[in-house]
């Protein structure tokens, strides 16, 4: 079955950096794009932005500009989000989505990744 | 940018209709996806391209969508439809092209 799977919970401290992993099975990695959704605690959902796993062409949304950067390996069918110079605002759980390329809805979704940053 | 308004809390007794609006200027003319997200899960598409159903989504969630607002209706409400629902669009007129609405907590009496 279409499934993602992402990588563990990880605890930082301000200032250093992380790695998500997203891994997809069950389909063509290709053949889809892949997006990465933040969710703060307690908060609503908020798209940062998505990668094209043709190209490897990222697009960020307002507010993820910088210290964030989409990649992939399509070797073994995985999106990364790394985050970088960590702030307290950045604990959050992350998703990666599929979605058709263009307007279109996300499934399936990883299982998140929580991100804690705390000194 | 544009933006989705969603009411915050929607309360229903069981074996009733729950109806979650999701407002947006001239929503009507977008193509709007829902989702379910449960406490400590992921979300789950449960309606895509307005009223349209994945396989293993029950019949009883149905979507619509007219002028400036979109609707999910979950007839029938199980104590298990109780979760946070999200709708959502592809916005090409922002940078924002994925837009999320601000989400509705549905709790069961």
């Known amino acids: 079955q279409v499934q993602l799977v992402q990588s563990g919970s990880e605890l930082k401290k301000p200032g250093a950096s992380v790695k998500v992993s997203c891994k997809a099975s069950?389909?063509?990695?290709?053949?889809?794009?892949m997006n990465w959704v933040r969710q703060a605690p307690g908060q609503g959902l908020e798209w940062m932005g998505w990668?094209?796993?043709?190209?490897?062409?990222?697009?960020?949304a307002q507010g993820f500009t910088g210290r964030f950067v989409f990649s992939l390996d399509t070797s073994v069918s995985t999106a990364y989000l790394q985050i970088s110079s960590l702030k307290a605002e950045d604990t959050a759980v992350y998703y990666c989505?599929?979605?058709?390329f263009g307007e279109g809805w996300f499934d399936p979704w990883g299982q998140g990744t929580l991100v804690t940053v705390s000194s | 940018s544009y933006v989705l308004t969603q009411p915050p809390s929607v309360s229903v007794a069981p074996g009733k209709t729950a109806r979650i609006t999701c407002g947006g200027n001239n929503i009507g003319s977008k193509s709007v996806h829902w989702y379910q997200q449960k406490p400590g899960q992921a979300p789950v598409l449960v309606i895509y391209y307005d009223s349209d159903r994945p396989s293993g989504i029950p019949e009883r969630f149905s979507g619509s969508n007219s002028g400036n607002t979109a609707t999910l209706t979950i007839s029938r409400v199980e104590a298990g439809d109780e979760a946070d629902y999200y709708c959502q669009v592809w916005d090409s007129s922002s940078d924002h092209h994925y837009v999320f609405g601000t989400g509705t907590k549905v709790t069961v009496l």
């Open positions: 990668i094209n796993t043709n190209t490897g062409n990222p697009t960020y």
């Open positions: 989505a599929r979605a058709g």
């Open positions: 069950g389909y063509t990695f290709t053949s889809y794009a």
